[in-house]
Structure formats: C-alpha cells, structure tokens
C-alpha cells in the first residue's frame, strides 16, 4: 500500500513539470518581438541582427509576412477600407459599389448612362422652373397642350409649362435639343429650350397685369415694377359685398362690374328673389374654377366667361394640394372633383375666349379691354421685356408705337 502510493505521487510529479515546462515554451513562442535591453546612446547593442553603431533595425524578423493591401469589405458593414495613395481611407459601401461599377462598363455603357445624366440634370432643371412658374402664375389659366400643363399669359401670347411628364413617351416632347413648333387655337407657337411656347410671326408685347396689384390694390415695387398697375382690374372688396366697407382708404374697388363679382349662390340653386342683385346671373358651362377670377378677383371674360366665378380654390378642386397653405383664403374642398379633372384635360382652346392677336385693331375694339385702357390711360407698358431665357427686348418709344396700358403693338 505505501509503495502503491509513493508511485502515483511521482507520476504525478512527473506530470506537472512536464506540464509547466510545455507551458513556458508556448508562451515563449507566441511572442511578437523578443525581449530588448534599453540603454542609451546609438551604439547600444541591438539584438543578433541588428548593428553595434549607426542606425538599423534589429531584433528577430516579423513572424507574419503577409501584405494586406486592401481588406475585403465586411457585407455587414456600411463602410469599407480602401487603399489610395495617402494610405487607407473609409468610403461608403453604397459610392464604393458605384465606383466599381462604373470601372467595369464598356464604352458604349458609358456613353448611354452619360446621357441619362444630361438628361436627368435637364429634367431637373425644368422641375425648377415648372415650380417657379407654378407660384407666379397662379392667378392664369391653365391648359393642356402634348399632354402637358401650361399656363395662358399674356392673352395667349406666352404659355409656359407648369410641369414635367417623367415618361419617356412624353419626355422626348418636353425636353427638345432644338426650338420646335406647334399649334394652338389657331395660332402657331415656337417653342425655346426653356419650354415656353411664343406666339410665331406676330411681335406682340402684352403686359402681364400685376397679380400682388390686382389682389391687393398695392404694389412694393411701386413704379419700378415691371408689369401693369390696372386700377380697373382690381379685386371687389369683399367688405362691400357683405354689407359695406368703413374704410377711409382701401385700396381694393369699390364698383361692381361683371369682371369682378362672383355668381349669386342663390340662382345657381335655382332661383333669386332679389330684384336688385349685385351678383352674376349666368350658368357657365364648366364645372371648372375660374383660376383668374379665384385667385386674382378680376376676369377678363366678365359674364360670359364658361368657368364658374366663385371663391373656392381651384387647386383643391383638381385634387392637388393648395400652394397658398394657410394663407390661402379660398374655401378648399375635402374631394376632388373628377369631372372638373376631365374638363381640364379635354378643354377647347375656344373656351378662354383669348382676343385676336393676329389682328391688334380688333384687340383695340374688343370691349372687354377697353375699360382697361380708358380707365387707365396715364399708364404706360414698361420699356423692358424680359425673357425666359434671360434676354431682353427693348421697345424703342418712337412715333409709329402706340403704347396703352396692357399692350404695345407695330
């Protein structure tokens, strides 16, 4: 029994050093850079490979000879390390795959995406200017022409586009690399590369009415605004027409006329007993908002105008959103109205009754702008026009020019 154990504690002793000295040797092993005796001054002793003066390095090599030049990106990661020539740098994941896929496309696949570039920079650049178009003519009439929205300016004169179809059947039409031309209600327009379509053949200047003026009475730029301060085109004070304005001096008008009531609710429901009604007795054929009367209080058209002379947002009523917000003070329906949608789409160009521009004497004689010329008269047109495009006429004032308050004519 006692030799019995007196074995085992051997073994067992056996057994731990040969443990402990197993472990000394692995851990001398996984050591990166051997033990290194610091001492001052440059000729100090560096290790077996290293030189006894001067500058060297010594020690034992690096273990790990492997170069990494670039890591393989981490798939779960959002960046990836690449090498350029001022070391590794982190780049998106997303502008990394891009890059690498614009390096391996051939010549010809260059080319096509360099021109779906250009493309999508001028499909841009029309977003713009749609936008821009959208708030400062407003108060204009609205048209469909190539199944695209425009905007009647200047009696027909300039319409300019309001949107930007994003398909490529439409796309071709709205963006030409070249002026273009076409025909509306009669008339025969050219297109600029900017979208905006100019009557063709006929040098007409017809001033755009001021439409802050026109809803308003008042203008910040005073006189130099360049657009037309038409006091007989003002808005009708909504305080007389509920009952009498206090006002000792309101700038909005004060004289009913067809251009600037709205329709009787009453007759449109069927009947009016008010003999003496101030309001618009007519049943206009559209269901359609008049977009000038709405917005700018003042239609040119008067009593025979087809769309309905009454306040309510025409924007809301096409089922758009309202441009104005909160300080929109039109009344905005909760639906949109599906057949004023179809209207809109399918609308003659004779339905806006735009005046002759191809004859300017008739345009004299046309009694819905003779008031505006008589009651106006000390006005003139502005001896500017600017262009979309950014170039400007200039209207020499000669003796041959006959100059009134909406438009100037040869």
Request: aromatic share 8%; hydrophobic share 25%.
């Amino acid at each position: 029994m006692g030799s019995d154990l007196l074995e085992e504690i051997a073994r067992l002793r056996g057994s731990i050093s040969n443990y402990r000295t197993n472990k000394s040797i692995v851990n001398h092993n996984n050591q990166p850079y051997p033990a290194t005796h610091h001492s001052r001054g440059r000729g100090s002793y560096r290790g077996v490979f290293g030189r006894g003066r001067g500058r060297g390095r010594g020690g034992f090599p690096i273990r790990n000879r492997t170069l990494v030049v670039q890591q393989q990106p981490d798939p779960d990661s959002d960046y990836v390390s690449v090498m350029t020539s001022n070391g590794n740098k982190l780049v998106s994941r997303k502008l990394y795959e891009k890059e690498l896929k614009e390096k391996n496309l051939t010549k010809e696949q260059k080319q096509k995406a360099l021109e779906d570039k250009k493309v999508l920079i001028e499909e841009r650049k029309y977003e713009l200017k749609a936008k821009k178009n959208r708030a400062s003519l407003d108060n204009c009439d609205w048209c469909y022409i190539n199944h695209v929205l425009y905007a009647i300016t200047m009696y027909g004169a300039k319409l300019r586009p309001l949107e930007v179809p994003f398909d490529q059947e439409h796309r071709n039409g709205i963006i030409p690399k070249k002026k273009t031309t076409t025909e509306w209600n009669g008339y025969q327009y050219e297109r600029n590369t900017a979208g905006t379509y100019r009557l063709l053949g006929q040098r007409v200047f017809l001033q755009q009415q001021c439409r802050f003026f026109e809803k308003t009475g008042y203008c910040g730029k005073g006189d130099k605004c360049k657009q037309a301060h038409n006091k007989a085109k003002v808005m009708l004070c909504p305080r007389l027409i509920k009952g009498g304005c206090t006002l000792e001096k309101c700038s909005l008008s004060h004289e009913p006329t067809e251009f600037n009531v709205p329709l009787c609710h009453f007759y449109q429901q069927g009947y009016c007993k008010n003999e003496h009604c101030m309001f618009l007795h007519v049943s206009p054929e559209h269901q359609l908002v008049c977009r000038p009367f709405a917005i700018g209080g003042y239609c040119f058209r008067g009593s025979k105008c087809k769309f309905r002379h009454v306040h309510e947002c025409p924007d809301t009523q096409l089922g758009q959103a309202c441009p104005r917000g909160k300080n929109c003070r039109l009344s905005h329906r909760t639906q949109d109205n599906v057949q004023a949608k179809l209207e809109l789409q399918t609308l003659d160009p004779k339905d806006f009754q735009l005046p002759d521009l191809t004859n300017l004497t008739d345009i004299h004689n046309d009694p819905r702008l003779i008031i505006e010329e008589t009651a106006h008269e000390e006005e003139i047109v502005s001896d500017t026009d600017s262009d979309d495009d950014g170039t400007t006429s200039h209207l020499d004032q000669d003796d041959d020019l006959e100059i009134n308050a909406d438009f100037v004519h040869f």
